[in-house]
């Protein structure tokens, strides 16, 4: 059973639905990630294809150039656990499947600024999902913004454009250990929100100094 290390920490990441938005460096390392820590049913959106440079910043090999990535990401996924229900969206993302009967958890990691905010209206029109985490990854600094019962208002409040952002060069856009490091970031999120432990809402890690900066936690 994967769970044995670690169920006295977290044993019910099977209760909630996984949706990630964005299967690149973020998602790719979250979804995986989920999946090791006993998430069973994982929805995955993106119409992009997995190519070269995808490989060095997400969890994709050789075997995956030209598929798509959420077919790509699925047989990984199932590869971690044949149990895994995944469910695959293989265009542009316009909304996202809830169920009135899932407790549904989000996770955005688009790259543009203008697709996470376009994906938080689509999402809050519908059933709320219990959490929204936003992983946004810009050369070698993570920031990560958490939202329990999310409201537009409350997203609008940390979200910029692409022009506001920082603008790297197409050379300096990510870097394998800060999409790992965000997967990571991402889970520790969840199981706290779901052991109703308190949470950082908001921080960022910048890994030339390897800084962790957060504003306090909630609950």
Not at 54 to 82: C, F, M, T, W
Not at 120 to 141: C, F, N, T
Not at 178 to 204: A, D, H, L, R, W
Request: glycine share 6%; net charge negative; charged share 25%.
């Amino acid at each position: 059973m994967i769970s044995q290390r670690y169920s006295d920490i977290v044993d019910s990441y099977d209760l909630y639905r996984y949706h990630i938005l964005g299967c690149g460096a973020i998602g790719s390392a979250a979804a995986t990630q989920i999946a090791r820590m006993g998430g069973i049913e994982i929805c995955l959106y993106d119409n992009d294809e997995v190519n070269t440079e995808n490989i060095g910043v997400s969890i994709y090999g050789h075997r995956h150039i030209g598929k798509p990535k959420v077919v790509a990401l699925k047989e990984i996924i199932q590869d971690i656990n044949p149990q895994c229900e995944v469910t695959i969206y293989n265009e542009r993302f316009e909304e996202y499947n809830c169920n009135e009967s899932k407790n549904d958890i989000v996770v955005i990691g688009f790259d543009s600024m203008d697709s996470r905010k376009y994906s938080v209206e689509s999402v809050l029109k519908k059933q709320k999902p219990v959490l929204l985490i936003d992983g946004r990854m810009g050369a070698e600094h993570y920031q990560q913004y958490s939202f329990k019962n999310p409201t537009l208002k409350k997203y609008l409040s940390t979200w910029y454009s692409d022009e506001e952002g920082s603008i790297e060069p197409c050379n300096a856009k990510a870097t394998s250990y800060c999409s790992s490091m965000s997967g990571s970031f991402i889970c520790n999120t969840i199981k706290k929100v779901i052991n109703e432990e308190p949470y950082q809402e908001s921080f960022t890690f910048n890994f030339p100094t390897m800084m962790l900066d957060y504003r306090g936690f909630t609950t």
